[in-house]
């Protein structure tokens, strides 16, 4: 029960982990925000003026078939807080509902929005590519918007991107990529590295939603044992990564909201 459920530590970056942990509070579970993914825009030259191209070429013939946004935070940064101009029959390709919600607060149509089914065993590039597949054709064109790593470690996930294009291009159809914002490794507060310390052994249950968040955090509290500690992981391979690094006790579960409330509520 919701009762005797453990205390849950929210590791996205900061505006999606206060998201999460204000539905978190409100199904009456104990829940702390700690960030271990730092956001920013992109300031590579090179990368920006890819991104300026990018965003010009939504206006130009034939432009794109689809945009594919790998999270809410390539919508944000690739459309900078303003409305998408999406083409009629360009479409825009979510692999999770809260990209596809980012879509919608800036001015996509839901109707122009695809997404993995309600009831995919993931939402990832996989289980979206089983419901855009038919969209491709010969010669269409497709912009993977994108993230990256500021670190030195690069997230595992990105595998998943890079399968997708290469679904495009098997296709017969060809792939833009536009790195619109970079991810980094936090700085804790002296009260933030408290926090972590004490949820490695005090039966906190960490909430993992990224590998490369997994690495931060191996960082930032370097030999400490996580044997005693546990975890929940919305991915296999986000799991993978934190057995890896010798969480005791690691769980998998869907990163749907309804999925990560029982899966809290049944912890043991």
Do not use: K
């Not at 009831?119 to 990256?148: C, H, M, N, T, Y």
């Not at 931060?216 to 030999?223: D, S, T, V």
């Amino acid at each position: 029960m919701a009762a005797t459920a453990p205390r849950v530590i929210v590791t996205r970056p900061e505006r999606e982990a206060a998201q999460w942990v204000e539905q978190l509070l409100a199904r009456g579970l104990a829940a702390t925000a700690l960030p271990l993914i730092a956001i920013g825009p992109c300031t590579d030259p090179q990368a920006v003026q890819a991104l300026a191209e990018a965003r010009a070429r939504l206006a130009q013939a034939p432009g794109y078939r689809a945009l594919m946004f790998v999270s809410s935070n390539a919508v944000l940064y690739f459309l900078h807080g303003g409305a998408l101009p999406l083409p009629a029959g360009t479409r825009a390709w979510a692999p999770g509902p809260g990209t596809a919600r980012a879509l919608e607060q800036l001015g996509v149509p839901p109707a122009a929005i695809d997404g993995p089914a309600a009831d995919a065993a993931q939402f990832d590039s996989e289980s979206l590519w089983q419901q855009v597949a038919p969209q491709i054709r010969a010669g269409d064109r497709v912009l993977i918007v994108r993230g990256r790593s500021a670190g030195v470690h690069e997230s595992s996930e990105g595998s998943g991107r890079d399968w997708l294009a290469r679904q495009v291009q098997a296709a017969g159809g060809q792939v833009d990529w536009a790195v619109a914002y970079e991810r980094g490794a936090p700085s804790f507060t002296p009260e933030q590295t408290a926090l972590a310390e004490a949820a490695t052994q005090d039966g906190s249950l960490w909430l993992l939603s990224s590998s490369e968040a997994v690495a931060n955090l191996a960082e930032a509290l370097p030999g400490r044992s996580w044997n005693p500690a546990r975890a929940l992981a919305t991915h296999p391979r986000i799991a993978q990564t934190a057995r890896a690094m010798g969480f005791g006790h690691v769980r998998e579960c869907r990163p749907a909201l309804e999925d990560v409330v029982a899966s809290i509520e049944s912890a043991p």
